[in-house]
């Protein structure tokens, strides 16, 4: 038992090591990564093989058909087969076989041809001008054939009818066994010199860093040894240098992270600030005269006769102009946000009125609408007609996003902890490119004919507004995928 128990601590301790933690990690994906490369340079080395010898079979196929018809040798059988058996024991070939034009064996040097190659040899008369038709055959051993067709020249018409396009087919066959096995033994052995090489820089590696590192601790866990602590401190100080070591990287890591963070913050800032500027502006500028404008073109309506071209005219006009409106009033929503007026909302029940509304529209359209909300789902103090405004938002992107056949998933699940709502609202349309997802929130930045580019930053406002976050998940072709997080914030007094 007590040697069990000394067991287990040394091997307690060996996690706890530093240098076992960075080891193994790199040593695995090492191996992964030679195994991955070991793997494609077989395959490679093994296919330039194959293709290497294709390539000679093919020349021969080329000059033992040029062979035959110069001597005439398919007339003379017994010669015929005396000049294939010469050919192949000179070039060391597994198999010659002549078909005549019914795809039967007239000659072989190996005995009768298998029916696959037999086959081979019928597929190739059917086609006579193909170049060649390949069989590769292998269990214990590796074997390929190449068969052509004999074609029937000016020089053979005297003897055959004019109009046959071959005389036959002609197949060799060749033994890979013994080149295969000298190649992957050939890979073998450059892979094991490589990977000894490898594996002994990465020795030297943490040679090197167990010098700086190491020998510095070692020396403080003598010194600390002669003041009398003992084995178990010396491992926690192990662990604590570990530990220290991991902090000071994290720390980096999020002092960086809030240093961007910071940057974009601001320049939004800006941006913002600036069109608060434009906004107040506006207020006078723009849209008090587009409401005189409107108040009088509807007046003009009313005096038209129903259904003339005149009222059409006007209606147009009227539209343009409550849509150049409607993008006013964004707009100033977007510079000079109204603090969101909270009180206790259920988010589930604004997310089934709201999608209630647009689940006919996207039948119409041949979408399909799927709507998730557990029981569970926690009040929250909110904004409530601010939240309808970013449900519509969202949906209505997701609708003019998605085509016939596709669908629409709205998700509400609360925190692990209930204190906070997780909204979803994902859909299988066009996507969004990488390009356009880093200005997605920019203002007046939208890819649609009639779209006003602010609708998301909107989105985004009233997300932060309410202390949560909006991201967005999307890849060109596959949909879009939008999550809010709302935590629970009591309201202030």
Known sequence: MNQLIAWLGSKVTLTRDWRFRVLVPVVIINVAAFAGLYTLMNRYAVE???????????LLLDELALDLQDFDLVHRRELLGHRLMAHADVRRLLAITVYDTMGSSIVSTRGAPSERESAQARVVLMQPKHPAIWLTEGSEKTNIFGVRALLNGPDCRSCHAAGRESLGAIQL???????????KERVRHNFAMAGAAWFTLLGLMFWAGDYVIARPLARMQRSITSTGLGAAQRHDLEALAGRVHDTLW?????????????ARHMARAEQLAALGEV?????HEIKNPLAGVIAALEVLRSESSSGSEQQEVQDQILAELRRVTTTVDGLLRLAKPQPPQRTSVDLARVTREVTSLFGARLRRGGVTLEVDIPDAVPPLQLDSGLMVQLLVNLLTNSMQATDHGGSIKVLVAPFPRHDGVVLAVSDSGKGITPEQLERIFDPFFTTKEEGTGLGLPICKQIVEQHGGTLTIESKSGEGTRVVVLLPDQKERT
Request: net charge negative; hydrophobic share 35%.
């Open 48 to 58: 330039n093989l194959v293709s290497t010898q294709k390539y000679g079979v093919s």
């Open 173 to 183: 066959g060749i033994d890979l066994t013994a080149p295969l096995a000298e190649t």
């Open 250 to 262: 994290g720390l980096i890591r999020q002092q960086r992270e809030r240093e961007e963070d910071i």
């Open 279 to 283: 906004a107040a502006g506006l207020t």
